[in-house]
């Protein structure tokens, strides 16, 4: 598996948990506001969504540099070089 096909997946399980994060601060909204989970969204939720964007940028742009690389690399290869085998 190349770099590349793993920094994409990595992207895809940080946007899942964004997503998750995201549903669960709007159930939030219909339950009681003195729940020790809302409050504790209501205190840390920012940081928690500003965290979890910030992974998502570095993640894809990690991805999407590394593909770029690969892409590269293959387009320099020699004719008679044969691909690597994944």
């Known amino acids: 598996m190349t770099l590349s096909k793993v920094l994409f997946q990595l992207t895809?399980?940080?946007t899942v948990v964004f997503i998750?994060?995201?549903l669960a601060m709007v159930a939030?909204?219909?339950?009681d506001p003195n729940a020790p989970a809302n409050l504790w969204f209501n205190r840390n939720g920012?940081?928690?969504l500003t965290i979890e964007v910030i992974g998502i940028g570095i993640a894809g742009m990690a991805a999407m540099i590394a593909?770029?690389?690969e892409?590269?690399?293959t387009l320099n290869r020699p004719k008679n070089?044969?691909?690597?085998e994944e």
Do not use: F, Q
């Open 12 to 14: 895809a399980i940080v």
């Open 20 to 22: 998750i994060t995201i």
């Open 28 to 31: 939030m909204l219909v339950g």
């Open 46 to 48: 920012a940081s928690v």
């Open 67 to 69: 593909d770029r690389r």
């Open 71 to 73: 892409t590269l690399r």
């Open 81 to 84: 070089d044969k691909p690597s």
